[in-house]
């Protein structure tokens, strides 16, 4: 396992096919912070974030996961990890100080299931808006709290990330008639039930970022500000509780269709004795505590992801076989 | 028109076939007081009640509506309501005081679409429970707010109650090209938005009680508690708000399949100039501001009801074609 | 008993020695929507209001409060009202329609304890903003809910309320060894806790006007938004609980120390035998359901009120005796 | 500094005077579960809580504070702390496993400003009741948050936390013309804005100890509990936000005198360029973002603290004096 000290989820990058849209989606409807754009960039932070960006909307041809980034504790885990990523047999590029605005130098990889990732430790400062009250506006997202990824082989990727990368797990569902196989986990690096969900399913595919906002009210509150301004077709999946991490959420989708998780209320994970909660995907309260289950669009739509070096999309698999 | 005083929706009798497991959905689930019951019915009311129930169960052999009631100003609009039913040939029939349990005299009718209807002034007093929060538990339901009834003839059934029982229109839906044809309409004598909805379709059939509940946020508690204690299944309409009223709602059925909006939100109706607001069936925001739609269960199913007189359940007719 | 039909508590207006201070904060810090503006007043009105104004702001050499407005049914209703008038001897004049903007024909009065009330029926129509949640800011304001008075003689102040305006009671507080005398009245004519509260001390002198809010999150929102921009010191009384009418609460004072209670959360009041709740003085849970006493400020300092002929300042007097 | 990993505030140990009193508010008010009790002392944990107890209550002769404890990664951490204490000259002793019950072994020492601090690490499991809502009663306590902590130097106490026990710093808060005294820090080991606070005043003693709990609404509905079985006069502190941490809260006290926060609402604080944010004493939002001022025995009144051997109460000193 590699050393380094990865602090949490960071920061996702996403390709847009329209700026404007996206920026009104984000801006006006989210109520995220703009922190600088450039012609082909909008860089924005959530109202806790003390740094210049926790979502970056990227023009592009075609919607895509441009890549999801990790913090780490010092620069000099970046180090760690390119050795690890070496050993691995990974690809792997550098990236300089600001080739990603605001960002000192950055190793961005392809991790074992396709998906595009970055690892950087210093960002620019930027204000924290916490107390500004009176700019906090639609749905008044927090930061950022997870990103949700669908891979083909979910025992290998749960393995690279346990094993390799030093992640816990808070809680996984299991299939089959004995619940022998696994079918989904939920990993973390910081206390909280994840920092980065796996499922199994065609891959790779992004499903969605979890953003943090301060209580169920506030989630309600942000689907009325939504509908207001026109929105109201982009509210995928109704406001509910999960079983699985036991947040309050409701998913909601850009004009690209990227989804969004607007999440509350999970808990403290960190403890050394933490037994991660099981589901079996058949319980009924599972997706949802409250019985409903997601819309079809939720369980069958996700966005495709970028190769890190060539930028072509990654092929999307079949996933493996159950195992006996 | 009768200007027998009504002032609003005041309790609902249901039939139900287990009282037992009926008992236990509206107590230990919706949190209702059981003021008193007997062999044949259990009498509940909301924690703002001064009065023996706000909600009736009585043991039958299928479930289906018994009857609803409206609480008038006084005795003697009693009589007056006599001579109108007399007049326009409605049968009915009095009730002597303690017939229904804790009620003075009262006089039940089946209005022109066929629903059981009843009008008393007396009702035994019994403790309202405001402020001792201790015994607020579950969905902690404070009143009774509206019934929803499926009408065959949406247009008479709008006549009836705003001509000559002295309702008033808050919001209606239309339908057809032009908006030519009522779909809908929210009548009330309180001033909110609605003591009785009704709805073009086949009837008479009773689809739902409105609870009131304090706000959003008790709403999705109740919705954790009526799921931990297993009635996840029974929650048929995940938390929303309806476009029409512009509640915060959700939907949830008893062991018989009987329908409870726990419902809050709404505004004042009874300014002189009120303007009714319209709505076209085709807008998508009608049903859910927020864009989705109902199940198909909620759509589709509704209750019997009760004759007054003979017990018997009511014939259900299509309704009416849209009339040119 | 005059048998004209009062509405409602239906608009406050009161004299401010800034427009552009007093703008700012009901504005911007509590979100009222600037429905028309002159020389000398501002017209604001609430999210929820089809109509042109519930607060009125009027430009003056020093706060106190104009006048109260009550809505009645018809217009007639207003000829009954001067009859009372003249009857009782009570000084009224008559405004024609426009000379409040907005308003139609309506009599203005100084009831028995020198209040300047205003009766009317007519207004125009402004656009209501319910669903409109873009514009929603601040603290929300939904709609008028209560005018709260001291008044010097409280026995004659109920009695002329109760029996000459046709008032209904919904709580009281009484003071003495054995409850004997009359300390304050909550007095409606809407089926809520109250449109007037009543309170024994040095009067005439208005204490606050009540706003309603959705919900006790809203009104915490609201604090977080006033704070931000500058009005933490106006936040006078923490939000709590009441133990009279149960409605949760937070008080504000505009730049003239005008106050508003953001209020939400009481009960329907309307069934015939409703029984006041009686409260004594002494009960420490009467002020605040949760134990806390209001600020000195809040206790001692109120709004001197105008003439409705003269414009003066009606003298401030010591309340009346505990009489045996 | 010793590199022993200090996961959180784990649980307080209080000393009451009367288990049964103290039994009733922390379970039948504040809502927290009981996992055990013996003779002399009862194990309460929160609703989120995987651990046997983050409460303890012990007889005794008068209220103070046994002990606090913090939770390490790994049975050797406690090691590596004996060894600091050992260099530091500081008392300690250690405790079998099962001395404290529910708990593996644990080293309890006393730290330079004279608190009853234990580290542990293995601790019985016991059930997490998060999704059993039907169990969440009163102020619905999810977990343990934080202890706010009297010291009389406060230099050397938050030297002996960042330097040698690893902590950081997330806010704090300077007096003096120029900002040049330290008066309180926040400092924390899990990601929020405290584990710890420490504030300038004669000491030792210990003034709080801080719940979570979901969010503000559910604070709200707790003080509506506490207030309806009578502990109207143990709110003594009304709910509002901090400026320091931005927190929520209440304070209530429970009947020998011991003081609670329930809490919610901060922020990340891991991200490795964080930046402590600073208050000065003056600033009217610190204590209360809306500008209320604590009430007297909220700033004057806590507890003594228990020597860790003797059991003998420390002895109260002045702070020292702000030097130059």
Redesign the interface.
């Known amino acids: 396992m590699s050393d380094a000290n990865i602090?949490?989820l960071h920061h996702v990058n996403i390709n847009v096919t329209d700026l404007e849209k996206a920026r009104h989606f984000y801006v006006e409807g989210l109520g995220m912070i703009e922190t600088e754009a450039d012609e082909n960039n909008i860089y924005l932070r959530g109202l806790?974030d003390?740094?210049h960006h926790c979502l970056v909307l990227t023009k592009a041809e075609r919607p895509s996961l441009n890549h999801i980034a990790y913090?780490?504790?010092?620069d000099e885990d970046l180090d760690k990890l390119e050795k690890l990523f070496i050993e691995e047999g990974l690809p792997f590029r550098w990236l300089e100080k600001g080739e990603e605005r605001g960002q000192g130098r950055a190793i961005r990889m392809q991790d074992p299931q396709g998906f595009p990732v970055e690892f950087f430790?210093?960002?620019d400062?930027a204000e924290?808006l916490?107390?500004?009250?009176?700019l906090?506006r639609g749905a008044r997202v927090?930061?950022i709290d997870h990103a949700n990824c669908l891979v083909r082989d979910i025992d290998l990727a749960y393995r690279w990330y346990m094993e390799k990368m030093g992640f816990m797990c808070s809680e996984y569902t299991v299939a089959g008639e004995n619940g022998e196989y696994l079918w989904a986990a939920w990993l973390h690096r910081?206390?909280t039930v994840h920092d980065l969900a796996l499922i199994r399913d065609a891959g790779p595919r992004y499903h969605h970022t979890g953003f943090w906002i301060?209580?169920?009210?506030t989630i309600?509150?942000a689907?009325?500000?939504?509908?207001?301004?026109g929105y109201?077709?982009?509210?995928e999946r109704?406001?509910?509780?999960h079983?699985t991490s036991?947040a309050?959420f409701v998913y909601v989708r850009d004009p690209d269709g990227h989804r969004t998780e607007l999440y509350?209320?999970d808990?403290?994970t960190?403890?050394?004795?933490?037994?991660p909660i099981r589901w079996h995907l058949n319980d009924?309260?599972r997706a949802?505590?409250?019985?409903?289950l997601p819309?079809k669009s939720w369980r069958e739509e996700a966005m495709p992801v970028q190769h890190i070096i060539t930028g072509q999309l990654m092929e999307i698999r079949k996933p493996v076989g159950i195992k006996k």
Chains 1, 2, 3, 4 share one sequence.
């Open positions: 602090i949490r806790d003390g740094n913090r780490v504790a010092s430790c210093e960002m400062w924290p916490i107390q500004k009250y009176y906090h927090k930061r910081k206390p301060d209580d169920a009210k309600l509150d689907c009325d500000h939504l509908a207001s301004i109201y077709a982009n509210i109704a406001p509910g509780r079983g036991n309050f509350t209320g808990y403290f960190n403890d050394p004795d933490w037994k009924p309260q949802t505590f409250w019985g409903t819309p």
